[in-house]
């Protein structure tokens, strides 16, 4: 991978994160539902650890819990998230999909699951 090639090792006391969106979950369907993104995280793991080293490399899978009080801000969430501004023509099909799927009492709630690849030094 040309990127991983590119990289210079941390300083002493430093790490290098690359926080990826993981290809399960909640966000992932939501990804996959408007467009199609794809990374190869298994590649990207085996090549840190083939330039760093594997006790320089860890690997971190998270949870976090995006709430909001109404429709309108998740779906302004939701088209900030796909980034491409090509969306917003889509604004309407993202407030059904998250009228539908994501409504949990009062508000409404979007799970991220996220995978944190860390490098650290190694002397």
Known sequence: MPAIDKMRPPEPDGRLAIVLQSPIGELADFYNHFAHFDVDILGLW?????????????????????????LDDMVEIGLFLLIDRKFRA??????????????????????????????????
């Open 46 to 70: 085996r090549e840190l650890i083939h330039r760093f080293g594997d006790r320089a490399v860890e690997a971190r899978y998270f949870v976090n819990e995006i709430w909001t009080d109404s």
């Open 90 to 123: 889509r604004a309407g099909e993202i407030r059904d999909y998250f009228a539908r799927r994501h409504r949990r009492g009062d508000g409404y709630r979007l799970k991220q699951d996220e995978i944190l690849l860390a490098v650290r030094h190694t002397p």
